[in-house]
């Protein structure tokens, strides 16, 4: 069985819908994931510059076959999620844009980056891993 390594980019602010998407991803049977994001409940310790968390940050996304944004307007205006976008491809990772439950836009930043949009339930995202990453 293929394990994928993702980085969940979230903005603590809305730390619920992190934890929202890994019980989706945990949903589907069949499904085996990494978790590399760094959730609230364990953040990136030591790291007392931006530099020092930005690398820290590229030190998590670089072992991920792909770098899943919730897409969110939030997301267009925090620095660390369009930091983790500017990493993501600047290493050449898949990025892929989860439109938020019920939403009607989604950021414009996050979708022009994005290889791949899906909507906000477990078969579109697993489908949107599995399309567009190799493990």
């Known amino acids: 069985m293929q394990t994928y390594h993702l980085f969940i980019s979230h903005s603590w602010n809305y730390s619920d819908a992190h934890d929202n998407l890994v019980r989706l991803l945990n ?19 030591g790291a007392k510059t931006d530099k020092q968390l930005e690398e820290a940050i590229e030190n998590k996304i670089r072992p991920c076959s792909a770098v899943l944004i919730m897409a969110g307007m ?31 836009r989604i950021s414009t930043a996050v979708r022009e980056a994005a290889h791949a949009e899906c909507a906000w339930n ?14």
Request: aromatic letters at 10%; proline letters at 8%.
């Open 27 to 45: 949903a589907k049977p069949g499904f085996t994931y990494k978790n590399f994001s760094v959730p609230p409940d364990n953040p990136i310790v």
């Open 74 to 104: 939030y997301s267009t205006y925090s620095k660390w999620i369009n930091k983790e976008i500017e990493i993501a491809k600047r290493m050449g990772k898949v990025i892929i844009a989860i439109k938020p439950f019920g939403a009607e």
């Open 122 to 135: 477990t078969n579109s995202i697993i489908s949107a891993i599995r399309q567009h990453t190799a493990v």
